[in-house]
C-alpha cells in the first residue's frame, strides 16, 4: 500500500469496524492481505485479496446437468 493512502485507509478501517462490518483478532486462519483502491473522491475501496487463502480451500461440487 502507498504510504500517501494509509490516512485513508485507517480512515476507513475505522469506520468499517465502527459500523461492526470488520472487528479486530489476534490470529486467524483465514486472514488475508487487503487491496485498498483509491476513489476519485479522496476515499478508498478496501478489498480482500482471497487467492492465497480462501480460494484454495473452497470445494467446488461437480454437477452433471440434464436435458
Known amino acids: ?9 485507517e480512515k476507513e478501517l475505522n469506520k ?22 483509491p476513489k476519485t473522491d479522496g476515499s478508498v475501496r478496501v478489498c480482500g485479496d482471497y487467492k492465497g487463502i480462501v480460494n484454495p480451500a473452497i470445494q467446488t461440487g461437480s454437477f452433471l446437468f440434464r436435458r
Open 16 to 37: 468499517m469496524q465502527d459500523e461492526g462490518i470488520i472487528e479486530p483478532v489476534e490470529v486467524s486462519n483465514w486472514a488475508t492481505p487487503i487491496v485498498c483502491v
Open 1 to 9: 500500500m502507498p504510504y500517501a493512502l494509509r490516512p485513508a485507509v
